[in-house]
């Protein structure tokens, strides 16, 4: 086998067993693990990814470090994307803000990318604007889950509409200089994660009456 069908022969099993251990709690305290998901997430992705450059590390290191601090920034003031507050789930925290935030942020714009890099006729901005909306859809399958499982909480119980707009507007900043800096994306084991991420976050979605767990 090959790396690509290594990775995502992993995946598949760590979000399989993520979906069953989090819904029948079979495998104890499998929510403590969500950081090293993303760890192991992310460096499948890096591993596959082949066009290994200065520019590419420049981007990586700007989405993943501006995805941390602006995510800072709105625990500390509540301006940008409201009042909210992080949980134990994502591990070790610094500044209020859990260090897997950036490693989340970077998947998140990583497969978004790579998921409109397909489209070769669009320009960035076309591009940038596309990934931004695929992750304000992502975000709306993250935060009942997120508030569930104790990932962060908002004041008051209620998701404001800021934190969408806040989160489209950082997306699209974010993808413009990934676009600007990396060649398009062909990294089939991005595809597989952005689908895999999005069955995860449904099926966590879904009342035990309907899946029968």
């Excluded at 998140?108 to 931004?132: M, P, Q």
């Excluded at 991005?190 to 069955?199: D, E, G, M, P, T």
Aim: overall charge neutral; hydrophobic content about 60%.
């Amino acid at each position: 086998m090959n790396k690509t069908t290594i990775s995502i022969a992993i995946l598949i099993i760590l979000y399989a067993v993520g979906i069953v251990g989090i819904r029948t709690g079979m495998f104890g305290d499998i929510l403590s693990l969500t950081p090293l998901n993303l760890l192991v997430s992310l460096a499948l992705l890096l591993w596959n990814h082949e066009k290994w450059d200065s520019k590419f590390v420049v981007a990586i290191t700007i989405v993943a470090a501006a995805g941390f601090f602006v995510e800072v920034a709105g625990v500390q003031t509540g301006l940008i994307f409201g009042e909210y507050t992080y949980g134990k789930t994502l591990g070790w925290h610094w500044l209020d803000v859990p260090l897997a935030m950036a490693v989340n942020w970077l998947i998140l714009v990583y497969c978004a990318a790579a998921v409109v890099s397909r489209r070769t006729e669009w320009d960035i901005w076309l591009k940038a604007f596309a990934g931004a909306v695929i992750m304000v859809t992502m975000d709306f399958l993250i935060e009942p889950v997120a508030i569930k499982y104790d990932f962060w909480e908002w004041a008051n119980g209620v998701i404001p509409s800021q934190n969408y707009l806040a989160w489209g507007l950082i997306s699209f900043g974010l993808l413009m200089v990934f676009h600007r800096l990396v060649p398009p994306v062909d990294n089939k084991v991005a595809i597989v994660l952005f689908f895999l991420q999005i069955v995860f976050f449904v099926v966590l979605n879904m009342p035990s009456s309907t899946i029968g767990f």
